[in-house]
């Protein structure tokens, strides 16, 4: 198993986005996909980036990097009761075609450093309730499935009218 994992670049973005479009494929969520290789370029290339991604290529024979195959998107978030950010995995995807390489593991075994060497409280990230796979799959690596807790969100529509609300 030979791959490299490396920061997104911009000559990255048409990969990256295909990697977007294809974890929408795969969670049947593709119609939900407005975005374009703009918008990631200006959210992770801005002077003061919030969000990050990184890309893994398979290595030839000759170490020369292939197309890349699987992609993390993620950022930092704030935990009140910690006192200290944590790094949020956003999406996490690897093509089904490169699955069982130990691609996702590595993905995840590299934000995990990432998350200690810049000493985060926690790492976390959300998964959807029908894609068992993954859920088994992070429970062996140690997550813990938070039952509590809900995904609670207002988007489109529903931001502009909660937003255009008077206080009273």
Not at 55 to 82: I, K, Y
Not at 89 to 112: C, Q, T, W
Not at 126 to 148: E, H, I, K, R
Request: proline share 5%; aromatic share 10%; hydrophobic share 40%.
């Amino acid at each position: 198993m030979t791959f490299t994992i490396r920061s997104a670049g911009t000559g990255d973005l048409p990969d990256l986005h295909r990697l977007i479009r294809a974890l929408a494929i795969y969670e049947r969520l593709e119609d939900q996909v407005v975005s374009s290789p703009d918008d990631f370029e200006r959210v992770l290339f801005a002077p003061n980036a919030t969000v990050e991604a990184v890309l893994l290529r398979p290595l030839d024979h000759g170490d020369q990097e292939g197309e890349p195959v699987g992609f993390a998107l993620f950022f930092h978030n704030f935990s009140t009761f910690l006192g200290r950010r944590g790094l949020y995995l956003e999406d996490l995807f690897v093509e089904p075609d490169h699955r069982g390489k130990g691609y996702g593991k590595a993905l995840l075994i590299h934000l995990a450093k990432l998350a200690v060497e810049r000493q985060c409280g926690r790492f976390e990230w959300s998964v959807l309730d029908w894609n068992v796979d993954a859920q088994n799959f992070y429970q062996s690596l140690g997550a813990t499935l938070m039952p509590d807790w809900r995904i609670t969100r207002v988007t489109g529509d529903a931001l502009l009218r909660l937003a255009s609300r008077t206080v009273p």
